[in-house]
C-alpha cells in the first residue's frame, strides 16, 4: 500500500525553525523525485509547490519566496523526505505535505502536517 505520512508541524514564533517529516512506504522511495507542497488557509489543494529534490539527493530546487530559508532533503535509506524551515514568516502558514507521481498510481499526496506562524 503506497503511503505518505507527515510529521514535525506545529505553532512557531516568526523568525523560528522547524523540520518536517515525510515517511514513506509501499514504493521504490530511493528511485523517484519527490516534492513538498502547502495549501494555505482558503486556497485549494496542490495551490502550492514548495520545493523538489531528485531521487539521488544531489539537486533541489525551491519556491522563490523560500529561497535561502528552507532546506529540502531525504535519507534513501529511512524512506524519509525532510523540510528544514528556518525564518519562518506568518506568510508560511500552511497545511504542509509531500507528494511525488508514480506511473501505476498517479499523484500521490500524504495527508500534511499544519505549520502555524505567529507570535
Known amino acids: 500500500q503506497v503511503q505518505l505520512v507527515e510529521s514535525g508541524g506545529g505553532l512557531v514564533q516568526p523568525e523560528g525553525s522547524l523540520t518536517l517529516s515525510c515517511a514513506a512506504s509501499g514504493f521504490g522511495f530511493g528511485d523517484v523525485l519527490m516534492n513538498w507542497f502547502r495549501q494555505a488557509p482558503g486556497k485549494e489543494r496542490d495551490s502550492e509547490w514548495v520545493?523538489?529534490?531528485?531521487?539521488?539527493?544531489?539537486?533541489?530546487d525551491y519556491l522563490d519566496s523560500v529561497k535561502g530559508r528552507f532546506i529540502i532533503s531525504r535519507d534513501n535509506s529511512k524512506n524519509t523526505l525532510y523540510l528544514q524551515m528556518n525564518a519562518l514568516k506568518p506568510e508560511d502558514t500552511a497545511l504542509y505535505y509531500c507528494g511525488t507521481y508514480l506511473y501505476d498510481h498517479g499523484n500521490v499526496r500524504g495527508p500534511g502536517t499544519q505549520v502555524t506562524v505567529s507570535s
Open positions: 520545493s523538489s529534490i531528485v531521487s539521488t539527493g544531489e539537486a533541489a
